[in-house]
Each structure stands twice: as C-alpha cells, then as structure tokens.
C-alpha cells in the first residue's frame, strides 16, 4: 500500500514538472493580470513566493521607486498594509490600480520637493505627464526646462537661478567667475561685454587675459610695452598707483632714483597752462602737456645757497638725500683724506654724530680719536672678551657693514668650549644666545651716547646641556630610568630623527624578526593629541598592535590561548607546524593526511561580521563532518528515493545543524 502511494505521488510529482507552464498558469490564475504586468501571465513567481503570496519584497523588486519615494513610503509603512492591499491584480487588463488623486491642498513638502516660487503656481500634470503617475519623476531642471545656455554653463541651474522667475539670475555672483569685477567694472552694464549672440558666446569665451581685450590705447606706444594694470587701478583710469611710473620712468632718459621714488606725479607733470588744458581735447594732446620737462634740479627746487656754489648740485648732493654726501665726485669732500676713510655704515652717519656743532671749529674737526672701536662705541660685551689674545678687538667678529651679523664663523667657533657639529652648524646664533637684560651702555669718549637701552645677545656662561635649550619632547617618561638616561643616550648631535645610537635590547621589548624593520611609530603612538609619543610603559602584548584574525575565539571560554602559543616571530605569520595533539581532537588515521581547510572553513561567527577561519569547533561528532553512508543525509533518515530527488527527504544535503 506505501509503495503504491509514494509511486502514485511521485507520478504526479513528475508529471506537474513536466507539464507546460503556461496551462498551469491558466488553471491556477484567479485572472487577468494588468495591462502593465501582462508580460508575466505565465511567471507567477514573479510576484508570489510559495505559499506566501503576493509579497513587498517581490513588489519592491521592479517597483523600486516606491521605496525612493519620501511620502509613498512613509505612508504605506505608517499604515502596516502589504502593497497588495491597495494595489490589487488579477482583475483583468483595463482594471486600475492606482487611484489617488491628490486634494488641492496637499503639502508637496512631503514628497521631499517644496514648491516654491513659480513652482507653486504649477498644475500637476504639467510635470505628472503620465496618468496615476506620481512617483519617480526626475527633480533636475533640465527634466521640465529646456536649457537655454546649450549647457555650457553646466547643469546646475541653481548656482545662478532661483525658483521665483529665471531672469535676472539673482543668485549669480561674478566673483564665481574668472574675472572679477572691481572698481569701476561694477558699474558696467552686462550688455557691454556680453555682446555676442547665442548663450555660448555671450558668457563663455570671452577675452579679458589684459585691458586690450576691451580697451584700447588712447595714445599710440603710451604704455611703451608695459601692461596697463602695472600703473592704473580699476577704480578710475585717471588714478594711478603709488610708484608705478617708476618701471615706465626708467624707460625714460629721467630715471627716478633715491628721494624721486617717492615723489607724487602731480608735482612734477602739473600743466603749466591751465587754460590750454581745457582746450586739449584729444588724449595725444593732453598727454603731451606732460612731456619735455627739464632735469635740471633748479628746475624743481629752489636753491637754498642762492646761487653761491653754481647749479652742479650733483657735486655735492645725491637724490638719496638733501644732506647726503656724494663720496668721490670732482669737488665733493672727500672724508679719506682725513686718514679714516668713511665706509660702510660710517658712510651714512650723519656728520654731527662725530663733529659736535656745540664744539670750537678747531676741536670738532681735529684731532678726534678714531683707531679703537670703542673710541666712539660703548663696549656691549662689558669685558666679557678681555681675556681673549686680542682683548676683544670689535673688528675680529664684526665689520663697518653692519654690527650684526657678526663674522664669528664656525672654524673660529671651535676653539670655543662648545664646538659646533652636526646639526648645530645650521641653527642661528640667537638660537642659543638669547638677548641679555637692556643696558644703557656709558659713553666712552666721544662715543655715541645709545638713545635707548641695547639688548645683545649673551656670549658667556650659555648653557651647554641639551636641556639648557631643548625642551623634551618626551616629557617624564624617562624620570628614574635605570641606568639614568639623558638625550645623548639616543640621539646625537647630527639630527634629532631617527634616534640613530637607541639599542632596543636594552628594554624590556628585544626586537626580533620583522620586528626589527617596524617603523617606530608602528609601536610608539601618542595616546591622544597633543600628548607626546609614548615609549615608556608601552604594552608587549600581541593584541597592542595587531588585530585578531581569529575573531576571539581564543580569548573566551578554555583554555584561553596566545599568540605566541602557536606562532612565532618570523616573516612569515603562518604556522609552520601544528601539534594537534594538543588540542581536544588528535589525528589519527586518514585525519592525519586530511587537509586542515576541509574541517577549519570560514564562517561567520557573528551575523555582521566578516568570515574567519573557525579553529574551535565545538562538537567533534563524525557527523559534523561526514555524510553517513547509512543514512540519506547527516544526522537523519534516508528516504528511498535518489540523491538527486533530495528535495522529498526532508532538506538539502550538506545540513550543518549540529555545528557549534
């Protein structure tokens, strides 16, 4: 009787395999479907899932806008309705299944798309063009609007425009552009520039690279090849920029040198005529009441000696300065004459500084002490060099340039108590001589009195411990390290990085393997920022610095296991042999030639988490890995038909349910 059944039930079995879908299709339908899902009368499972029905998720699988759609969705999950409950099939090619109409006061807002503007103006079906179609129209302005720039602007359209009308672009700005407007450029109309026909050519393409692009000349080889922004501004044309006739006047026979940089254009080129000015219409006549001035000094200043020395005022004076002497020239004075040749920063000191006017003539022009420094200068270094084999001769660090930089160079600083090596040979000399309390130094002499206090620089007793400049970047690390450490005990004198004399076998740490090519800062971090590199108290443990590939499996339960209970510190982090006889499953027989993969798989311990190499096992069952040959599949009863009909024995094979 059993055997009849099962043979009765394995025909129809087969026998509804083998029959054409389609009638199937036809018996089972309760009706047409829509017009729009006509395509798959014969797919059923296009839609229903066994003994499910028609489901969300098989909807959502072609009608994916609805779940894009902000109100639609939002609307259906707050109701709790499958999507079959309100859009119904099965009733035939012409049935509807949609039908909303949405009130005259419904919030667009909803949608994710405010209609603002225009916008809210708008009729529906001017951008719902298609009957019940509501979702999944696009929001991009060129989906409703016809792009009248061609688009060589781009298609962002509201970079410029905003809803309320499309012209004037309220929302462009010419800063955006590649030319800015300034000055007098604000107050130009579009129009002026943007003449060319079609949207291309009035906004894109323009020339503006210089001021010929738009303007042209008003003097023919006026600007002697210079461009016109190197002398006039935007703001006006008639305004020029302080100093800019400098690069054009030296194009000129009149160079502007010394005081003459400085002068104001008007003072020179002002029209002698007023009246013939307003009568000179043309730019080439204007310019030329400019033109043809005299270089002669008189014929901008006034002689103060009245004629007394002739009109060779370059014999005694220089552009650089009224009472500036001009060393040199035929009937100048010449100061070498005196037997102290005036060089250097000697050269601008002004005469009264040496020749005091209060003295009798006699006095202030002869017989002044001039062949030590400090016959004029106050010693800065109060006796800190007298003990030297010069007794501190000015001259031997400084020179009648400048007093500073001094010309103590690194041979000479050699013979000093700290000899510069390394590093040190490129660090500024106020790095390590710091300016000194501000002291009035006392006149010496007829030495210049200082008009306020001088600090220098501090040459003698500077420290010469690493601390007495550099701040530890280590903060207390090292404090009470035994044996003591200072900064020479792993940096030297060369550069700061790399630590070049550290032996890391003095730690508790011995590096070994790929450990020994690990960058430092590998290992050494900053716990947080701000906060100095840690190298004391840094933990060893493998866990510190690498991740777990083994997803914790042996942290928890027991025994709890190490890294280096199985590895070791080698290039290569894989085990190059395995005792398995220490585990809870020895090998023995054919488990010895068994490859490890085929009991150790990836899984996924936790549901998020990526797939490791599962090692502990849990049950040790032979079921858990071998199919029974007594049984149809793992752990269960066989049935009696073939393994290619494991659909009928209760499940597919391979079933894992023992695996822990």
Same mark, same amino acid.
């Not at 309220?170 to 520039?193: I, M, N, Q, T």
């Not at 029209?271 to 043309?282: E, N, V, Y």
């Not at 600090?455 to 550099?470: I, P």
């Not at 701040?471 to 700061?496: I, K, S, V, Y």
């Given at each position: 009787?059993? %055997?009849?059944?099962?043979?009765?039930?394995?025909?129809?079995?087969?026998?509804?395999?083998?029959?054409?879908?389609?009638?199937?299709?036809?018996? %089972?339908?309760?009706?047409?479907?829509?017009?729009?899902?006509?395509?798959?009368?014969?797919?059923?499972?296009?839609?229903?899932?066994?003994?499910?029905?028609?489901?969300?998720?098989?909807?959502?699988?072609?009608?994916?806008?609805?779940?894009?759609?902000?109100?639609?969705?939002?609307?259906?999950?707050?109701?709790?309705?499958?999507?079959?409950?309100?859009?119904?099939?099965?009733?035939?090619?012409?049935?509807?299944?949609?039908?909303?109409?949405?009130?005259?006061?419904?919030?667009?807002?909803? %949608?994710?798309?405010?209609?603002?503007?225009?916008?809210?103006?708008?009729?529906?079906?001017?951008?719902?063009?298609?009957?019940?179609?509501?979702?999944?129209?696009?929001?991009?302005?060129?989906?409703?609007?016809?792009?009248?720039?061609?688009?060589?602007?781009?298609?962002?359209?509201?970079?410029?425009?905003?809803?309320?009308?499309?012209?004037?672009?309220?929302?462009?700005?010419?800063?955006?552009?590649?030319?800015?407007?300034?000055?007098?450029?604000?107050?130009?109309?579009?129009?002026?520039?943007?003449?060319?026909?079609?949207?291309?050519?009035?906004?894109?393409?323009?020339?503006?690279?210089?001021?010929?692009?738009?303007?042209?000349?008003?003097?023919?080889?006026?600007?002697?090849?210079?461009?016109?922004?190197?002398?006039?501004?935007?703001?006006?044309?008639?305004?020029?920029?302080?100093?800019?006739?400098?690069?054009?006047?030296?194009?000129?026979?009149?160079?502007?040198?010394?005081?003459?940089?400085?002068?104001?254009?008007?003072?020179?080129?002002?029209?002698?005529?007023?009246?013939?000015?307003?009568?000179?219409?043309?730019?080439?006549?204007?310019?030329?009441?400019?033109?043809?001035?005299?270089?002669?000094?008189?014929?901008?200043?006034?002689?103060?000696?009245?004629?007394?020395?002739?009109?060779?005022?370059?014999?005694?004076?220089?552009?650089?300065?009224?009472?500036?002497?001009?060393?040199?020239?035929?009937?100048?004075?010449?100061?070498?004459?005196?037997?102290?040749?005036?060089?250097?920063?000697?050269?601008?000191?002004?005469?009264?500084?040496?020749?005091?006017?209060?003295?009798?003539?006699?006095?202030?022009?002869?017989?002044?002490?001039?062949?030590?420094?400090?016959?004029?200068? !106050?010693?800065?270094?109060?006796?800190?060099?007298?003990?030297?084999?010069?007794?501190?001769?000015?001259?031997?660090?400084?020179?009648?340039?400048?007093?500073?930089?001094?010309?103590?160079?690194?041979?000479?600083?050699?013979?000093?108590?700290?000899?510069?090596?390394?590093?040190?040979?490129?660090?500024?000399?106020?790095?390590?001589?710091?300016?000194?309390?501000?002291?009035?130094?006392?006149?010496?002499?007829?030495?210049?009195?200082?008009?306020?206090?001088?600090?220098?620089?501090?040459?003698?007793?500077?420290?010469?411990?690493?601390?007495?400049?550099?701040?530890?970047?280590?903060?207390?690390?090292?404090?009470?390290?035994?044996?003591?450490?200072?900064?020479?005990?792993?940096?030297?004198?060369?550069?700061?990085?790399?630590?070049?004399?550290?032996?890391?076998?003095?730690?508790?740490?011995?590096?070994?393997?790929?450990?020994?090519?690990?960058?430092?800062?590998?290992?050494?971090?900053?716990?947080?920022?701000? !906060?100095?590199?840690?190298?004391?108290?840094?933990?060893?443990?493998?866990? %510190?610095?690498?991740?777990?590939?083994?997803?914790?499996?042996?942290?928890?339960?027991?025994?709890?296991?190490?890294?280096?209970?199985?590895?070791?510190?080698?290039?290569?982090?894989?085990?190059?042999?395995?005792?398995?006889?220490?585990?809870?499953?020895?090998?023995?027989?054919?488990?010895?030639?068994?490859?490890?993969?085929?009991?150790?798989?990836?899984?996924?311990?936790?549901?998020?988490?990526?797939?490791?190499?599962?090692?502990?096992?849990?049950?040790?069952?032979?079921?858990?890995?071998?199919?029974?040959?007594?049984?149809?599949?793992?752990?269960?009863?066989?049935?009696?038909?073939?393994?290619?009909?494991?659909?009928?024995?209760?499940?597919?094979?391979?079933?894992?349910?023992?695996?822990?």
């Amino acid at each position: 009787m059993l %055997t009849t059944v099962c043979a009765v039930a394995l025909g129809t079995a087969l026998g509804t395999a083998l029959a054409p879908r389609l009638a199937v299709a036809q018996s %089972t339908s309760p009706g047409p479907l829509l017009r729009s899902h006509a395509r798959w009368d014969n797919q059923c499972a296009k839609c229903h899932e066994p003994s499910k029905g028609a489901t969300d998720a098989r909807c959502l699988d072609c009608h994916k806008e609805a779940k894009r759609s902000r109100y639609h969705w939002k609307m259906a999950q707050d109701s709790g309705k499958p999507c079959a409950k309100c859009h119904r099939d099965h009733q035939g090619r012409n049935f509807r299944a949609i039908r909303w109409k949405p009130k005259a006061t419904f919030d667009h807002g909803k %949608t994710g798309w405010r209609l603002q503007g225009s916008h809210a103006k708008v009729e529906c079906k001017s951008c719902h063009k298609k009957p019940q179609r509501w979702m999944g129209e696009s929001s991009t302005c060129s989906s409703c609007h016809k792009d009248p720039h061609k688009p060589t602007l781009g298609r962002d359209c509201a970079s410029c425009h905003d809803e309320r009308r499309f012209a004037p672009a309220s929302r462009f700005f010419h800063d955006k552009a590649r030319f800015r407007l300034r000055g007098a450029h604000k107050e130009v109309a579009c129009a002026s520039c943007h003449t060319s026909r079609g949207a291309e050519g009035r906004y894109r393409g323009l020339a503006f690279a210089s001021c010929s692009s738009c303007h042209s000349d008003p003097v023919p080889k006026h600007s002697r090849g210079e461009r016109c922004e190197s002398c006039h501004v935007e703001r006006s044309w008639q305004r020029v920029k302080a100093g800019s006739g400098l690069k054009l006047h030296g194009l000129l026979d009149f160079k502007l040198v010394g005081k003459h940089k400085k002068v104001d254009c008007a003072d020179c080129h002002t029209p002698r005529r007023p009246a013939k000015l307003k009568r000179a219409r043309s730019p080439e006549a204007r310019l030329r009441l400019f033109t043809g001035l005299d270089d002669d000094c008189a014929d901008c200043h006034k002689d103060p000696h009245r004629g007394r020395f002739g009109d060779a005022c370059a014999k005694c004076h220089t552009p650089a300065g009224w009472k500036a002497k001009l060393a040199k020239r035929r009937g100048a004075f010449d100061h070498a004459r005196t037997g102290f040749a005036l060089r250097g920063r000697h050269r601008v000191v002004p005469c009264a500084r040496c020749h005091a006017p209060s003295l009798p003539y006699k006095k202030r022009f002869t017989n002044i002490p001039h062949e030590r420094c400090v016959d004029c200068h !106050a010693d800065v270094h109060p006796g800190n060099f007298a003990s030297v084999t010069d007794q501190g001769d000015c001259t031997a660090c400084h020179s009648e340039s400048a007093f500073a930089p001094a010309s103590f160079d690194l041979a000479t600083h050699v013979k000093a108590r700290f000899a510069l090596v390394g590093a040190h040979r490129v660090v500024p000399c106020a790095g390590c001589h710091k300016p000194g309390p501000a002291e009035r130094p006392k006149r010496s002499g007829r030495g210049i009195r200082a008009r306020s206090p001088k600090r220098v620089a501090q040459l003698v007793g500077t420290d010469k411990t690493c601390e007495g400049c550099h701040t530890t970047p280590h903060g207390a690390q090292f404090d009470g390290r035994t044996p003591p450490a200072n900064c020479l005990t792993c940096h030297t004198g060369e550069a700061f990085r790399p630590a070049a004399k550290f032996d890391h076998d003095t730690t508790r740490f011995k590096l070994a393997g790929p450990h020994k090519a690990a960058p430092c800062a590998s290992c050494h971090t900053r716990p947080k920022a701000g !906060a100095p590199v840690r190298f004391a108290g840094v933990a060893s443990a493998c866990a %510190t610095c690498h991740s777990d590939p083994h997803a914790g499996q042996f942290a928890v339960g027991g025994p709890k296991r190490t890294c280096d209970d199985c590895h070791k510190v080698v290039a290569d982090f894989d085990i190059p042999r395995f005792d398995h006889d220490k585990t809870r499953f020895p090998l023995r027989g054919k488990h010895v030639q068994a490859k490890c993969a085929s009991c150790h798989t990836a899984v996924r311990l936790q549901p998020e988490a990526k797939p490791v190499v599962h090692y502990r096992l849990g049950a040790l069952a032979c079921g858990r890995c071998h199919q029974n040959p007594h049984t149809g599949r793992r752990g269960a009863q066989a049935s009696w038909l073939p393994g290619a009909l494991g659909v009928f024995d209760g499940g597919p094979r391979g079933d894992a349910s023992d695996d822990t």
